[in-house]
């Protein structure tokens, strides 16, 4: 499609900023171009779109991980010292100059209240505006803005394909990605892939797993018609698909999971074998690796009954963390604001009429587990506060210590082995147990999820504690006795 000059400016002027990884100016631009479309002919263009939303994704993907403000700082600091600069400047001792000063000095106070005053003035309507921001509601995050962007894109492809058929074209339709489309069908289920691709990458950066496997498995279907099974676009996409199936919760998603990671690694073995370059059948064989360890570990499925107890655990331990921050905030309430009542008059607040003794109450703090204060269905329940570095107690302790968290066992090892396993298991318990503390503050923010269920916390469970497979017994050992 030819663009008006204005636009045809803003769009090269984007690609530019893009090739150098200046994604947010380069949104800027792709935006200037869209909104510049708009107003010429009163509709939204998808192939503009298509490039701002590209931009804002991985502007986000930028912006999330950086750690910003270094270039602020400096230029502060660089004004602090040019300003004392200028202040050391004032101070003259020649006689014939003293009431040139002294005026000057007059003169810089009344500047000084001025300022003040306009300062009060700029506060005042930046309190006023962020009221106002408030009532709007919260501001959306660059991965929304990216994903609002990218889904009324898709809507537009869509309705641009309704008209148009594969007729005269077999599949795949093309032989590799810089391959130029032959028909304008072609070209925008290419687009169409992209979309979902993108939309799946979203959605994988904001941990909605089950969107981001509903619109990767569209982008699988799309470019298994544009690409042979060898494509690396192809081989990439069954990948992430087998990641966010991982993570979906899904009743059979662990089982689609491998079977995606499977056809993975086929696809790979396929381009590998025709593959004539040295180096890029190393780099190959290397990604076949790392993808075969991941295989094999989707196929370990748990057992059931190591589920329920699994979950029987992370329950505790959340539950114990929410009450006793519970209890704290109840007391924080109760005592006096009276910052001279001593503390047996707050105790005695906090506990009420009804309340045990003290020694009861700190009894219970280390041996009851409140999970009944915990519905792990509700989309509702606040969780305010910091739970990191809150204690186990000793039920949970002694729990944790008794479940196996091995995925499979091997009947057929000699029981000389079953020592040298036990040993292990009990390690493996207690990292699982240091990371949930570790992790207290996070596990809190992921309850407060509306899609937290069951199947979350037995997924969290083996999660914390996979990680104690990176360490042989010396070294775990080594880590729990610090």
């Known amino acids: 499609m030819a663009y008006s000059e204005k636009i045809s400016q803003a769009i090269a002027e984007g690609a530019k900023l893009y090739a150098i990884k200046q994604f947010d100016e380069a949104a800027t631009k792709y935006a200037d171009a869209c909104a510049a479309y708009n107003e010429e002919h009163d509709e939204?263009?998808?192939?503009?779109?298509?490039?701002?939303?590209?931009?804002?994704?991985?502007?986000?993907?930028?912006?999330?991980?950086?750690?910003?403000?270094?270039?602020?700082?400096?230029?502060?600091?660089?004004?602090?010292?040019?300003?004392?600069?200028?202040?050391?400047?004032n101070f003259h001792f020649e006689d014939g100059i003293a009431q040139e000063v002294d005026d000057d000095e007059n003169a810089q106070k009344e500047e000084d209240e001025e300022e003040e005053e306009a300062a009060d003035q700029d506060e005042d309507k930046e309190n006023q505006d962020n009221e106002e921001q408030q009532e709007a509601g919260p501001e959306q995050s660059d991965f929304e803005v990216a994903w609002e962007i990218l889904e009324l894109t898709?809507?537009?492809?869509?309705?641009?394909?309704?008209?148009?058929?594969?007729?005269?074209?077999?599949?795949?339709?093309?032989?590799?990605?810089?391959?130029?489309?032959?028909?304008?069908?072609?070209?925008?289920?290419?687009?169409?892939?992209?979309?979902?691709?993108?939309?799946?990458?979203?959605?994988?950066?904001?941990?909605?797993?089950?969107?981001?496997?509903?619109?990767?498995?569209?982008?699988?279907?799309?470019?298994?018609?544009?690409?042979?099974?060898?494509?690396?676009?192809?081989?990439?996409?069954?990948?992430?698909?087998?990641?966010?199936?991982e993570f979906s919760l899904t009743?059979?998603?662990?089982?689609?999971?491998?079977?995606?990671?499977?056809?993975?690694?086929?696809?790979?073995?396929?381009?590998?074998?025709?593959?004539?370059?040295?180096?890029?059948?190393?780099?190959?064989?290397?990604?076949?690796?790392?993808?075969?360890?991941?295989?094999?570990?989707?196929?370990?499925?748990?057992?059931?009954?190591?589920?329920?107890?699994?979950?029987?655990?992370?329950?505790?331990?959340?539950?114990?963390?929410?009450?006793?921050?519970?209890?704290?905030?109840?007391?924080?309430?109760?005592?006096?604001?009276?910052?001279?009542?001593?503390?047996?008059?707050?105790?005695?607040t906090f506990q009420g009429d009804d309340a045990p003794d003290q020694q009861d109450s700190e009894d219970r703090k280390d041996t009851n587990i409140n999970i009944n204060d915990i519905d792990v269905h509700s989309d509702n329940e606040e969780l305010g506060g910091s739970i990191r570095n809150e204690p186990l107690s000793r039920e949970v302790s002694e729990k944790v210590k008794s479940i196996k968290f091995t995925s499979i066992e091997n009947q057929s090892q000699a029981e000389a082995q079953e020592t040298l396993k036990k040993d292990r298991q009990q390690l493996d318990?207690?990292?699982?147990?240091?990371?949930?503390?570790?992790?207290?503050?996070?596990?809190?923010?992921?309850?407060?999820?509306?899609?937290?269920?069951?199947?979350?916390?037995?997924?969290?469970?083996?999660?914390?504690?996979?990680?104690?497979?990176?360490?042989?017994?010396?070294?775990?050992d080594a880590i729990l006795k610090k």
Request: aromatic share 4%; with cysteine; proline share 2%.
């Open 154 to 245: 898709r809507s537009l492809l869509d309705k641009r394909l309704e008209g148009q058929s594969a007729e005269g074209v077999e599949k795949p339709y093309l032989k590799n990605a810089d391959e130029i489309p032959s028909s304008e069908y072609v070209s925008n289920i290419k687009k169409l892939s992209e979309v979902y691709d993108l939309l799946g990458e979203v959605s994988l950066e904001a941990e909605n797993f089950a969107q981001a496997a509903t619109d990767l498995h569209r982008c699988l279907e799309l470019r298994q018609q544009l690409y042979p099974k060898d494509s690396g676009l192809v081989s990439e996409c069954h990948y992430k698909l087998s990641l966010a199936l």
């Open 251 to 348: 009743d059979n998603s662990r089982e689609e999971a491998t079977e995606q990671m499977k056809l993975a690694i086929e696809s790979v073995k396929l381009r590998n074998s025709k593959e004539s370059d040295e180096e890029k059948k190393k780099d190959n064989d290397n990604l076949l690796r790392d993808m075969d360890e991941r295989y094999k570990e989707l196929k370990k499925s748990p057992k059931p009954d190591l589920k329920a107890e699994q979950m029987d655990i992370i329950k505790g331990i959340m539950g114990e963390a929410v009450s006793n921050r519970r209890r704290k905030k109840r007391r924080t309430e109760d005592i006096s604001s009276d910052s001279d009542s001593d503390s047996s008059s707050s105790s005695s």
């Open 44 to 89: 939204d263009d998808a192939d503009l779109l298509l490039l701002y939303g590209k931009a804002l994704f991985q502007s986000a993907v930028t912006r999330s991980g950086m750690l910003g403000g270094i270039g602020e700082n400096d230029e502060e600091e660089n004004a602090d010292e040019e300003k004392e600069e200028n202040e050391e400047g």
């Open 429 to 476: 318990n207690e990292y699982l147990a240091l990371m949930a503390s570790s992790f207290a503050n996070d596990i809190d923010e992921l309850r407060k999820k509306p899609d937290f269920t069951d199947k979350s916390i037995v997924m969290l469970a083996k999660t914390l504690q996979s990680g104690s497979n990176m360490f042989d017994e010396d070294s775990l």
